[in-house]
């Protein structure tokens, strides 16, 4: 009897429970038996975890969140990781092990793929950056909950002729932040990808206030950077990625126009009464259910990698590429990040205004 393992690292996303099904169902049509570590990486390190039986994975798609639990734990933190994780699948008599996640838990896939480990990596960021794939799971729920978050305060910064600044997830990447953006009507997307001047910031909402628009709706990814400010270093953490004051982001952005505003003599005696917030979306964005897009993406994806397991087809990443679902190169996929282009950014940009 074949045996493999599964697992789901780093944050929530939408869809994970989707992955798990189909890799589940297709490996159980060839006999083989799927062991599911719990909590990432962790469970791999101190072999916890269950078989999954079809039972268990019925209709799991519908849900959010995975029924395996995840963790953002870094194998190769540990010199003897690696080895760790050999033992573990040793034990459990499992032939490889397949990866759900975004990055981070790839690049230790990738890492362990180099040591002759047998692992199949399946996308998961919702900040939709990794190469290869054209799509990965979670991004689509996570840009519509957005786009209704966004929705909702177009009507109340109208009424109360506010400017509300919006900080939606993307650590690296805009690519929520102008999907959601540009879809609701925000007058500005900030992204990292391509950073501003506080000046260009507070000029369109001055000019906005001018011409009698009194209300703004900015919308900022959590890494966006604003060219002249000092970095701040809060320090990093178990990847080594820069950690990020992602509330006080859109605060703080916020408190300088409301300050710029108010002070602003060109503006007259009305600016006085400028009022401009904040709304962090954080992680309401990763939660609840995947939208309809994300439960087949995430099945497509688990039944492909599913099917490379059945192959004994290993060392590749499952992909979106068109209207297929392939595998693809995982080395490219994690150590090459996907940016919003400058053409699309440029598109939006003529509704920044």
Avoid at 29 to 37: D, L, M, N, S
Avoid at 212 to 233: H, K, N, P, Q, W
Wanted: charged residues 25%; glycine residues 12%; negative net charge.
């Amino acid at each position: 009897m074949r045996k493999i393992g599964i697992l789901t690292g780093g944050g929530d996303c939408p869809g994970l429970n989707a992955v798990i099904r189909g890799v589940v169902e297709k490996c159980a049509q060839a006999g083989i038996e799927v062991f599911g570590f719990h909590d990432g990486w962790r469970g791999a390190l101190t072999a916890r975890g269950h078989w999954l039986t079809l039972d268990e994975v019925e209709g799991i798609q519908t849900l959010g969140g995975t029924i395996i639990g995840s963790s953002r734990t870094n194998v190769m933190a540990d010199p003897n990781g690696p080895s760790t994780i050999k033992d573990v699948l040793d034990a459990l008599g499992l032939e490889g092990l397949v990866a759900i996640g975004g990055d981070d838990t790839l690049g230790v896939a990738n890492a362990l793929r180099k040591l002759d480990i047998n692992v199949i990596g399946v996308p998961k960021t919702i900040d939709n950056d990794l190469s290869c794939t054209d799509y990965t799971f979670g991004f689509e729920t996570a840009s519509n909950i957005a786009m209704e978050a966004i929705d909702r305060l177009q009507t109340t910064a109208k009424a109360h002729s506010r400017c509300i600044v919006v900080e939606c997830m993307g650590r690296h990447t805009g690519w929520i932040a102008l999907q959601a953006g540009l879809a609701a009507n925000a007058h500005l997307v900030l992204i990292p990808e391509f950073p501003k001047t506080y000046d260009e910031i507070i000029s369109l909402v001055r000019r906005r206030f001018l011409r009698g628009d009194r209300y703004t709706i900015i919308v900022v990814a959590e890494g966006f950077e604003l060219l002249g400010a000092e970095d701040i270093d809060i320090g990093t953490d178990a990847f080594g990625n820069k950690l990020l004051l992602h509330k006080n982001l859109a605060r703080n952005l916020s408190d300088m126009i409301e300050r710029s505003m108010q002070s602003d003599p060109l503006l007259g005696s009305d600016a006085q009464y400028f009022e401009c917030r904040p709304v962090v979306l954080g992680h309401v964005q990763r939660g609840g259910a995947p939208c309809a897009f994300d439960r087949v993406l995430g099945t497509r994806l688990g039944i492909k990698a599913g099917e490379l397991v059945v192959n004994g087809d290993y060392g590749k990443m499952v992909a979106q590429v068109g209207t297929k679902v392939v595998g693809a190169d995982m080395e490219t996929a994690v150590t090459v990040r996907k940016e919003v282009d400058r053409e699309f950014y440029e598109a939006a940009s003529l509704y920044f205004k």
